[in-house]
C-alpha cells in the first residue's frame, strides 16, 4: 500500500518562507514523478511543481524563481522550499507521485494547510 504524507504547512507573514516535506512508503519507485499540487478555496487543483527521478523539475508561472522543488530517491521523499511567499500562494498543498509508464498508479497524500497572511 502507498501512503504519502506531508509536513511543514503553517501560518506565514508575507515575503516569508516555508518548507513542505511528503515522504513515501509502499510500492513508490524512484522512477516515479513526484511533485506539488495546490488548492485554494473554491478553485480547482493546479500543478506547483514536478521533479522526475533524473531530477528534471517543472514549475507553474505563479512560482517560478520562488519555490524549489527537490527529492531524495532513496527516503521516496519530495520536498518543496517556498520563498518570498505571496497571500495568493494560500492554499491546501497535496503531495503527488505517479508512475509515468503505468498512469494508473497515482497517488496522493492528504494535504498540508499552508496559510500566507499578516
Known amino acids: 500500500q502507498v501512503q504519502l504524507v506531508e509536513s511543514g504547512g503553517g501560518l506565514v507573514q508575507p515575503g516569508g518562507s516555508l518548507r513542505l516535506s511528503c515522504a513515501g512508503s509502499g510500492s513508490i519507485l524512484s522512477s516515479y514523478v513526484m511533485g506539488w499540487y495546490r488548492q485554494a478555496p473554491g478553485k480547482q487543483r493546479e500543478l506547483v511543481a514536478t521533479?522526475?527521478?533524473?531530477?528534471?523539475?517543472n514549475y507553474a508561472d505563479a512560482v517560478k524563481g520562488r519555490f524549489t522543488i527537490s527529492r531524495d530517491n532513496a527516503k521516496k521523499s519530495v520536498y518543496l522550499q517556498m520563498n518570498s511567499l505571496k497571500p495568493e500562494d494560500t492554499a491546501v498543498y497535496y503531495c503527488n507521485a505517479y508512475n509515468p509508464y503505468i498512469t494508473r498508479y497515482n497517488y496522493w497524500g492528504q494535504g498540508t494547510q499552508v496559510t500566507v497572511s499578516s
Open positions: 521533479i522526475t527521478s533524473g531530477g528534471n523539475t
